[in-house]
C-alpha cells in the first residue's frame, strides 16, 4: 500500500528526473521553428506543482496529497503538453479523493480515469503522441494487479510507457522522417521513471540545475520602477481550507484594503492567495481564519528591482504587467484578454479595446494561472479571450471553470486571427451573436508567417538547416527562402486568390525600418493597384514578418 508522504515524494522525484531530461526533451521537437517547447513546458508545469506538495506535511492521505498536486499543476498548465499532463493527474486525483493510502489495483484504476479525463477534453486526439503513451500504460495496467509490491507494478508501467514511446515513429510519419520519438510521450515516461525510484528504492532523484531550463522559471512575475512600487512584499501562499463555509469575497476584500495587486483563487479545499501588501503579517493572520497555510513566499520588490541585472530589468519594466483583482462591473457585459508578444501588436490589441494582454506567443507560453490572473483584472460579466497561438488555447480553457466570472475562450491561432476577431465585435449584440460573428472573423483571414529555423530539420519534405528562412501560410510550410524580405514577397503571391482584396504586414523586432521600407515599397509596386496594403511595426520575436490577407 502507498501512503501520502510515498506519494509525495514520488512525485518530487518525477519533477527533478524531467528538469534532469528538459533540453533533451526539447531537442526531440520535430517543429522546426522556436516555440514553446514541450520539455520547459512539462517541466515548468510539474515543478511548480512540486514545489507546492514539498511543503506540506508527509502524513497527509494520498488523496489529500494527489488533490493538491492536480490543482497546482491546472493552475501552473503551459502549453499542450503541460494541460495534458495536468489532465493525467486530475483524473488521477479523482480516484484517489477520500483514500488514506492505495493499492496497485488504486494506481490502475486512477491512471485509466486519468486517461479519460484527457480524451474526454481533447477534441481530437492524436494518437502517437503522449496521449498514446498514457492510454496504453493504463490500458495494460490491469494485467498487473496480481503484483502487490507498487515497485514492481510501476515498473512494469514504465516498460509499457517506454515500449510504446518506441512505437511513436510508426504511428506519426512527421516522428519517422526526423528520426525521434514523441517529446510529450518522453516527458510522461520521465516523470513515471522518477516516481519509480522513489517506489522501487526509496529514492528521490537529485534536482539537476540545467540552464536551459531554469532560464524560463521566472514565468510571468512582473516588476514595475522601483518608484513605482507603493506596496513592498509580495506575498505569497496557498490555505488549506478548514471552514468551507467561510466566503473567500471576504478575504479578497480585506487583502484589497490593504494592498493591491490581489489575486485569490478559490479551487475547492484550497485557496491560493497572491497580494502586494507592505503588512505580510495582517494578510497572514487574516488567512489563517480559513485553514492552515502553506507554501508562503514573501519577496521585498524594491530589493529584487534594485539588484535585478539592468539588461533583465528593461525587459521586466517593458514587457509584463502586474493584473489586479477586479470585481464584476455589472453595468458592462463584455471584456477582453489577448495573448500577444510586441510592442506594436500590443498597441494594435489595445487600440480595438482589448482590457489586458498576457505577454507570450510562439516561445512563451503562459500559464492557465497567467491567464486566468488577466481575467481577473477584467471587470465583466463576460470575458472574450484570445489565445492567438494553437499551443495557448487548452491552457486557455482550463482557466473557464476556474474564473468568478462568465469566459469565452474563442478558438484564435494567429495574432492576425485575433485582430480580425476583434474588427468584428459588436457592442450593442449580444454574447451569441458576438461569438458567432467574431468566429467568422478568425476563420475569414489567411496567416502567413517569414520566420527562421531553429534547428536542422527533415520536415514536410524539406531538408531544412539552422537559420534557412521558412514561409508557411496557414501554418503549412510552403517554402524555404533566401531572405525575409524576398520571402515575404513569394509568400504573399502564394496566399492571394481572387477574392482577397486587404493585406497587413507586421514586421518584428529583428527587422530594421529602412528594411520594413523597403518591403514596403516592393509590395505596393506589385499589388497596390489592386489590393488595399498596410504595412505596420508589430515589434514581434521570432517572426520577422506575420502576414495577414482578407
Not at 235 to 241: S, V
Not at 306 to 318: G, Q, R, V, W, Y
Not at 500 to 518: H, M
Amino acid at each position: 500500500m502507498v501512503t501520502g508522504g510515498v506519494l509525495k515524494d514520488a512525485l518530487i522525484s518525477g519533477a527533478n528526473n524531467i528538469k534532469k531530461y528538459c533540453q533533451l526533451i526539447n531537442e526531440l521537437n520535430v517543429f522546426p521553428v522556436p516555440d514553446g517547447d514541450t520539455g520547459t513546458n512539462m517541466y515548468m508545469t510539474v515543478n511548480l506543482a512540486a514545489k507546492e506538495i514539498a511543503v506540506v506535511d508527509d502524513d497527509l492521505s494520498i488523496g489529500e496529497i494527489s488533490k493538491i498536486f492536480a490543482d497546482a499543476l491546472l493552475r501552473n498548465a503551459r502549453g499542450n503538453s503541460g494541460v495534458i499532463l495536468s489532465l493525467i493527474f486530475r483524473g488521477f486525483s479523482k480516484h484517489m479523493i477520500g483514500k488514506e493510502i492505495a493499492s496497485v489495483q488504486d494506481f490502475s484504476l486512477a491512471l485509466d480515469l486519468g486517461v479519460k479525463t484527457v480524451y474526454d477534453v481533447v477534441m481530437k486526439p492524436t494518437e502517437g503522441t503522449i496521449l498514446t503513451v498514457a492510454r496504453r500504460a493504463a490500458e495494460e495496467s490491469v494485467n498487473f494487479l496480481d503484483i502487490n509490491d507498487i515497485g514492481e507494478f510501476w515498473s512494469k508501467i514504465c516498460v509499457i510507457a517506454s515500449e510504446t514511446l518506441d512505437l511513436t515513429p510508426t504511428m506519426l510519419p512527421v516522428l519517422k522522417q526526423a528520426g525521434v520519438v514523441d517529446a510529450g510521450g518522453k516527458g510522461l515516461l520521465v516523470i513515471f521513471q522518477g516516481m519509480l525510484s522513489v517506489f522501487k528504492d526509496n529514492i528521490i532523484i537529485d534536482r539537476e540545475e540545467n540552464e536551459e531550463c531554469s532560464l524560463s522559471e521566472a514565468g510571468t512575475f512582473a516588476y514595475h520602477t522601483s518608484e513605482d512600487i507603493k506596496f513592498r512584499y509580495c506575498t505569497e501562499f496557498l490555505i488549506m481550507k478548514e471552514n468551507l463555509l467561510n466566503e473567500v469575497i471576504k478575504l479578497r476584500a480585506y487583502l484589497e484594503s490593504i494592498g493591491d495587486s490581489v489575486v485569490v483563487v478559490d479551487a475547492e479545499e484550497i485557496i491560493k492567495v497572491h497580494a502586494h501588501t507592505n503588512d505580510p503579517g495582517k494578510a497572514i493572520t487574516m488567512s489563517l481564519q480559513y485553514g492552515s497555510l502553506t507554501n508562503i513566499k514573501i519577496d521585498n520588490m524594491k530589493e529584487q528591482y534594485n539588484n535585478k541585472p539592468k539588461s533583465i530589468s528593461k525587459f521586466l519594466d517593458n514587457n509584463n504587467s502586474v493584473f489586479q483583482y477586479v470585481p464584476i462591473d455589472n453595468n458592462r457585459e463584455f471584456g477582453f484578454v489577448a495573448i500577444s508578444a510586441g510592442e506594436g501588436i500590443y498597441k494594435l490589441f489595445k487600440d480595438l479595446g482589448v482590457d489586458n494582454i498576457v505577454n507570450g506567443g510562439q516561445t512563451m507560453n503562459p500559464s492557465t494561472d497567467d491567464i486566468l490572473s488577466a481575467i481577473h483584472a477584467t471587470p465583466a460579466k463576460t470575458v472574450f479571450v484570445l489565445p492567438n497561438n494553437k499551443n495557448i488555447i487548452m491552457a486557455a480553457e482550463q482557466a473557464i471553470h476556474m474564473a468568478d466570472r462568465n469566459v469565452c475562450v474563442l478558438q484564435s491561432r494567429t495574432i492576425p486571427q485575433g485582430l480580425s476577431a476583434m474588427l468584428v465585435f459588436d457592442p450593442k449584440s449580444s454574447f451569441e451573436d458576438n461569438r458567432m460573428e467574431m468566429t467568422k472573423g478568425i476563420d475569414k483571414v489567411s496567416t502567413g508567417h517569414i520566420t527562421f529555423a531553429a534547428r536542422d530539420s527533415d520536415f514536410d519534405g524539406y531538408k531544412i538547416k539552422s537559420n534557412d528562412i521558412l514561409a508557411f501560410s496557414n501554418g503549412k510550410l510552403v517554402f524555404v527562402g533566401k531572405t525575409p524580405n524576398k520571402a515575404c514577397i513569394r509568400l504573399i503571391k502564394n496566399m492571394l486568390t481572387k477574392d482577397s482584396s486587404f493585406i497587413t504586414i507586421l514586421y518584428g523586432a529583428d527587422i530594421r525600418e529602412d528594411q520594413a521600407e523597403e518591403l514596403k515599397n516592393l509590395v505596393k509596386s506589385k499589388y497596390g493597384d489592386n489590393l488595399e496594403i498596410n504595412i505596420i511595426y508589430g515589434g514581434q520575436p521570432v517572426y520577422y514578418y506575420i502576414i495577414s490577407v482578407e
